[in-house]
């Protein structure tokens, strides 16, 4: 395939949630999707015509399997994916208005380490995408986040960092520093307002803008009102859609995934705040994490 114009490098996991979103205990049907936040941006930024690709470990077993099958049908590029025989796929569980499930504990993608970044192919590729997921599940996975945004610096790459906070998977005020350190290092920064507010006590967008001067873009999301990026012409502000929300989770990678598409097309700010705004509300719609065909 040729270079990939987005590499998106982060843990998916096999994602299964009831098909009709009722709560877990009562679903009778269920799907089983590939769920992570990487792959998702990946998969987006593909069905909007841009070549994408995904990097990580996943467990050499049908799960594993599975994810392949399933992000290769979305067009992602997934060549690149290491298969490990020694420790599983993770699996996560939605209940929808409640929250996930993970099972994840010593995944083949909690073992990603400085020897995977150094093998990792940066070739042709324009931005490379990353969460703060990646830092939070093992120790050497976040050494390789260091060492792979290292490399993508060399070679002129533009990083692209999502905060992603997920509060079950580290302390609060370790992934406060550690997500901080890692979006000053990015040239591009995605964050929920409300995730800010926690992690860094800052109340507004303006807040987050004078705590992280570093990024030449930074996208604040604010759920239902809104997104504001910030950039070297100022603040542009665009309100979301509105639509009837089926489950919120995916939403965010789905904002992420339209964005950077429309980045990729050369874009001005108003319209990448769009697409991102455009992506999200098709997410918000459906119990899966990506989209085959709009909701009708």
């Known amino acids: 395939m040729s270079a990939p114009e987005l590499l998106a490098v982060g843990e998916t996991m096999s994602m299964v949630a009831p098909l009709d979103g009722s709560r877990l205990i009562d679903a009778r049907s269920f799907r089983v999707d590939a769920g992570g936040a990487e792959s998702n941006v990946a998969a987006h930024v593909a069905a909007l015509g841009h070549r994408a690709a995904w990097f990580s470990r996943l467990g050499d077993d049908a799960l594993g399997d599975r994810i392949l099958r399933q992000l290769g049908a979305l067009g992602v590029d997934v060549s690149r994916v290491e298969r490990d025989a020694s420790h599983p796929t993770g699996l996560y569980v939605k209940d929808p208005g409640h929250g996930v499930r993970y099972y994840r504990a010593g995944s083949a993608a909690a073992h990603l380490d400085v020897t995977d970044a150094a093998a990792v192919s940066l070739g042709g590729v324009q931005i490379l995408h990353l969460s703060g997921i990646t830092a939070a599940i093992s120790d050497t996975a976040s050494a390789f986040l260091d060492a792979l945004i290292d490399r993508a610096h060399e070679a002129g790459v533009t990083v692209s960092f999502d905060v992603n906070h997920r509060a079950a998977l580290w302390p609060l005020e370790v992934a406060a520093a550690r997500l901080r350190e890692l979006a000053t290092r990015a040239d591009l920064v995605l964050v929920g307002r409300d995730e800010a507010e926690v992690l860094w006590g800052t109340a507004t967008a303006d807040d987050i803008r004078a705590l992280l001067t570093e990024p030449a873009e930074l996208i604040v999301k604010d759920g239902d009102v809104g997104?504001?990026?910030?950039?070297?012409?100022?603040?542009?502000?665009?309100?979301?859609?509105?639509?009837?929300?089926?489950?919120?989770?995916?939403?965010?990678?789905?904002?992420?995934?339209?964005?950077?598409?429309?980045?990729?097309?050369?874009?001005?700010?108003?319209?990448?705040?769009?697409?991102?705004?455009?992506?999200?509300?098709?997410?918000?719609?459906?119990?899966?994490?990506t989209i085959e065909e709009p909701p009708a």
């Open 227 to 289: 997104a504001t990026l910030y950039d070297a012409d100022g603040a542009h502000f665009v309100p979301a859609l509105r639509v009837e929300v089926l489950e919120a989770v995916g939403a965010g990678d789905a904002f992420a995934g339209g964005y950077l598409a429309a980045r990729l097309d050369g874009a001005d700010a108003d319209t990448r705040l769009r697409a991102g705004h455009a992506r999200a509300a098709l997410v918000l719609q459906t119990t899966s994490d």
